[in-house]
């Protein structure tokens, strides 16, 4: 790789080979430094190896041939080095710092981070607001040789996910993506005004959730003894699709929002993205009498006549805990309907709810028999963190990790399911890649690996003074939303610019202006 020569960071240092390697053995390789995102050497294959052969050029060797998924996976957040300049002297490594201290060593209200991207930020004030101002080393130019962004500033206000919406469809914000789907209608009702300061512009329906089961039987987790039993009849088929099958998922999308906006996920890859085949898609629908036969036929019997199945042989009332995310109003929704509709299928099913990063910790951990959770980009983009489709790693799988023992105990589709995928990773042949994707989505929903619940579109929400945001610009591809439209190339005409800017005629670390040098 040939990094662009002449490049800097917003402070003038170059941008070179020594911050790539700074990153690559000094965060990446190093086990106790989490970079952002999470990004570890499995991330870029495994026995992968990184070195610079000059200032400007680094050497990548892989063990696979054409690894394009690794790419895309540096393409987005994982590998994202930072100013060695500044970080390195506070490393472990390179000081006497400890490794928290050098978690902890430029806190928020440390101002004019030097960064690569068009805008650096120059103010912070605590749960309110962050400044940022254009970076005067921005490497890009439009085509006539002008030096981008357009824009001199951007705020970041903090805000709750339903006030950030409700506060683009009123005007006093600029850009957000509209994905809590209980406030379509109001937000579309608003925008169809004349008077509308903003307009939304749909997509296709690429944001759904699943119901996963977490189906370690070897110890990731460390369950208990009921646990346990949960998990292993999470690996059962016929458990699968009893509860696939007795979740009413038109009921689902509706109790979100009315009108055509929720459709039926049967799970995988969504249908309004490029490699999705609808002949390769198996559907089990709803049907409660045949749901409640499979858990019949597997020994689950409601021994006790409590209304609760009980496990084989007189066992425990079946009881399953299920993870689901507080901080949006969606994922809790869709949680008590699963629960509700567990119910009639005689499986007591108990709410985890957690806070964000709370949940996180626990999904991570394996502690979790069910799990409901929004699709992450590999059912969108597929090209990108293709390797979290199956369990191709030992810790890959949002639900299938390695156990105790360091291995994980693959079910034999799952098997099929990780060849389908290092294929596609490996070749590069588009109509190969068509077919892989068309086994890997047939065996997904042919054995169940996740419980599809509902899938919805999302809509950019755009201020209609910004002049050139395209129709029809998604609001997720490979980056969401106004990473998506490439922001630095956006521009406000004259005539409507307003006074908004916080820190006119300013340059970040300018002496007397935005922020400390």
Request: charged share 20%; proline share 7%; hydrophobic share 35%.
């Amino acid at each position: 790789m040939h990094l662009i020569e002449g490049a800097k960071w917003s402070d003038g240092d170059p941008f070179d080979a020594d911050d790539v390697m700074f990153y690559w053995d000094d965060a990446i390789m190093d086990s106790n430094v989490s970079p952002l995102n999470g990004g570890t050497p499995e991330t870029f294959g495994v026995g992968t190896t990184l070195e610079a052969l000059d200032p400007y050029t680094i050497k990548w060797t892989f063990k696979e041939v054409r690894p394009t998924q690794y790419l895309y996976a540096m393409a987005y957040g994982t590998f994202c080095p930072g100013p060695s300049h500044i970080l390195k002297p506070q490393h472990p490594k390179y000081s006497d710092n400890t490794y928290e201290q050098f978690k902890n060593a430029f806190p928020p209200e440390y101002m004019n981070m030097p960064v690569m991207g068009a805008w650096v930020p120059v103010e912070y004030r605590p749960d309110d607001i962050v400044v940022m101002r254009r970076n005067p080393y921005y490497w890009k130019v439009d085509e006539n040789g002008n030096q981008l962004p357009y824009l001199n500033e951007m705020h970041y206000r903090l805000s709750t996910w339903a006030d950030r919406d409700v506060q683009a469809v009123a005007g006093s914000g600029d850009f957000s993506n509209l994905e809590q789907a209980e406030s379509y209608v109001e937000a579309l009702r608003r925008s169809a005004e004349d008077t509308a300061p903003a307009r939304l512009q749909f997509g296709a329906r690429t944001i759904g959730y699943a119901l996963e089961f977490n189906l370690s039987a070897n110890g990731w987790g460390e369950p208990d003894a009921r646990g346990q039993a949960i998990h292993e009849l999470n690996r059962n088929l016929d458990f699968r699709k009893a509860v696939s099958i007795a979740i009413d998922r038109q009921r689902l999308g509706d109790s979100l929002v009315r009108g055509p906006f929720t459709a039926i996920y049967p799970g995988g890859l969504y249908a309004g993205t490029a490699y999705y085949d609808k002949a390769s898609t198996v559907y089990y629908p709803y049907n409660l009498e045949a749901a409640n036969a499979l858990l019949d036929g597997i020994g689950l019997i409601d021994t006790d006549g409590n209304g609760v199945r009980n496990l084989p042989d007189g066992g425990a009332d079946v009881e399953i805990t299920l993870l689901a995310n507080t901080d949006y109003a969606t994922d809790t929704n869709l949680a008590e309907g699963v629960i509700a509709m567990m119910e009639p299928l005689g499986l007591r099913v108990i709410a985890n709810f957690q806070a964000g990063t709370s949940r996180d910790d626990m999904q991570q951990a394996g502690q979790f028999d069910w799990h409901v959770r929004r699709q992450g980009a590999e059912v969108v983009s597929v090209v990108q963190g293709t390797t979290f489709l199956a369990p191709t790693g030992p810790q890959t799988s949002y639900f299938h990790r390695a156990g105790t023992d360091g291995t994980v105990d693959l079910l034999p589709f799952e098997q099929e399911l990780v060849d389908a995928v290092n294929a596609f990773v490996a070749t590069s042949d588009n109509a190969e890649r068509v077919e892989l994707m068309k086994t890997f989505q047939h065996t997904f929903t042919e054995n169940v690996y996740s419980v599809g619940l509902t899938q919805y579109p999302g809509a950019l929400i755009i201020n209609k003074r910004f002049a050139n945001i395209p129709a029809g610009a998604p609001i997720f591809m490979f980056n969401w939303a106004e990473d998506n439209i490439i922001r630095e190339r956006v521009y406000v005409p004259a005539d409507t610019q307003g006074d908004y800017e916080l820190h006119p005629e300013t340059l970040p670390g300018e002496p007397g202006g935005a922020g400390p040098v």
